[in-house]
């Protein structure tokens, strides 16, 4: 036996590849081991990035005696849940069912069916806080299997039938109205942090989503408190510890309510969602803040998260080399203490550096280190320039010491996401650098990822295309991203691939009969159940995704296929925004826009012109936008539709009815607010 790992494209599944596990990648071929060695199967799910991931390797997985304990009574998978969404979906599912909470790393044993009847997260290498240890896990688990087969049978013959009998059910026949959007609003607004922005308490996500729909929300019914939770939600957390305020970027979430000490990973598609949702910010007030926000954290993804092949990275690692001490651990990367501030900036600087960014002598971390953030409640009053230079320097001390690990593995979906936002912030702020990194990505999606069935392959690394299908959220963010794209640069390509992608969602990922969605195409692999969550949690669902791209593809060229399924998948959205809507804020978004029309906007005569730019500017909810010359035969929104007076002219409709062409941009705007 041997660690078959070696040959993976996950960093994750290479990090264990020298372990003395002998790990299996997920495999009809580990189950076929397991059955012939009448062995159960240890299932473990993780990613690269996750903290207590990284812990139990170290505890378990790299000691030679439970190593042997593992080889000798169990099978060993190990999945990377960013490669194998569906994997973790389905068991993520059973885990929380049976234990009401989960996370990763994720440990489930199963038979060699795959059905499974044990579940935990991390289990200590030591009994503690009234856990087991794992030798005792993997001791009973054993015991049980030997002494009581019958009876594990059972058990995970009923988990199966429960998981089965959990369908979703929905009236597919009505998207939200104005009454239900109104509840959502309301859920939010009682689940609102007044005193630190946000929703709910400790742990605090950043909402990314739910801040999309109150932009579009006020946008369409002028709901003053609406705008209030975006603004101040956005403020608190740039102005936060959750916020590189040397580097730029989010990181994954913060411990406490108040934003000051993140988890210190920070993921492509956090990054993504909230460089959009900054820009957009700034679209709808104008707010200075916001526009840097967007611009840093477009920045920080193309400096920091681009591969060579012109994608972006995953995830940047929590845990770092402590150059004091050459151990792992969390946060060394970005914490300072006031000496260390001092030894870089000298007394005077360093006084001015702990003030402004709210060092202090006791810490806000661990060992008096403390996150660096902007708590004051004004913009700091300093010498701006001595300020940057301040920041400038200490960016460039931290780059001496030992970088967080990356995660080079592209994901096909939160490419997506990038490239729509660094679309859009490029054509907002003028950085055509920003729309080259987006169209570079999505030029590497369509090369790499995409077959010439226009099917996508979920991961590539280093240039090589993972052997994982795509899943519904690969097809519907792509999309997504090639739709900003051809808003953007006026390139008809661009839409005729998210066409291609978002056929694939109506014929492999919908219900014909209900017009639910499922993760999984019809022809993927089949597991103990065919994972289905419309929730949005860190990034957009599948389903609300797919809803957003086949709604704006529908706009952009009339088709009436991808509309019809787009108002039946907001179904779902009736049903959870008004009673979870921090949870279905995505979807929130996209019932926003469907409730708007959304407006189409079609420019003849320009790209990244004053009047292109002006309909990239509209905050009507989910506006498309297509531009190009007169005559031209791209984008179907600019046929039949000529200058005027010789000039270029902008065409908004909504609902079948057009309003006359402009050709001033103030008009214009006056027409997408």
Known sequence: MANRLAHETSPYLLQHADNPVDWWPWSAEAFDAARERGVPVLLSVGYSSCHWCHVMAHESFEDAATAALMNEKFVNIKVDREERPDVDAVYMEAVQAATGQGGWPMTVFLTADAEPFYFGTYFP?????????????????????TDRRGEVAEVAGKIVRDLGERQLTHNTDERPGEDELAQALLGLTRDYDAAHGGFGGAPKFPPSMAVEFLLRHYARTGAEGALQMAADTCERMARGGIYDQLGGGFARYSVDREWTVPHFEKMLYDNALLCRAYAHLWRATGSDLARRVALETADFMVRELRTNE??????????????????????????????????????????????????????????????????????????????????????AARAERPAPGRDDKVVAAWNGLAVAALAEVGAYFDRPDLIAAAVGAGDLLVRLHMDERARLARTSKDGRAGANAGVLEDYADVA???????????????????????????????????????DTATDAERLIRRPQDPTDNAAPSGWTAAAGALLSYAAQTGAAPHRTAAERALGIVK???????????????????ALDGPREVAVVGEVLGDLHRTALLGTAPGAVVAAGPEGGDELPLLADRPLVEGRPAAYVCRNFVCDAPTTDPAVLAGLLS
């Open 480 to 518: 997504e991203g090639f739709l900003a794209l051809a808003s953007v640069t006026g390139e008809g390509v661009w839409l005729e691939f998210a066409g291609f992608l978002l056929d694939h969602v109506l014929a492999q990922f919908v219900d014909a009969q209900s017009g639910a969605l499922y």
């Open 125 to 145: 290498p030591e009994p503690r806080h009234g856990m087991p240890s794992f030798a005792q896990v993997l001791d009973g688990v054993h015991r049980a299997w």
């Open 575 to 593: 049903a959870l925004g008004p009673r979870v809507p921090r949870f279905i804020g995505h979807g929130l978004a996209v019932a926003e826009a």
């Open 310 to 395: 012109g994608g972006f990275a995953s995830a940047l690692d929590a845990d770092s080399e402590d150059p004091a001490t050459g151990e792992h651990v969390e946060g060394a990367y970005y914490v300072w203490t006031p000496q260390q501030l001092r030894e870089v900036l000298g007394e005077d600087d360093a006084e001015l550096a702990m003030d402004c960014f709210g060092v202090t002598e006791e810490g806000t971390f661990e060992k008096g280190a403390s996150v660096l953030r902007l708590p004051g409640s004004e913009a700091p009053t300093a010498d701006a320039a001595r300020l940057s230079a301040i920041r400038e320097r200490l960016l």
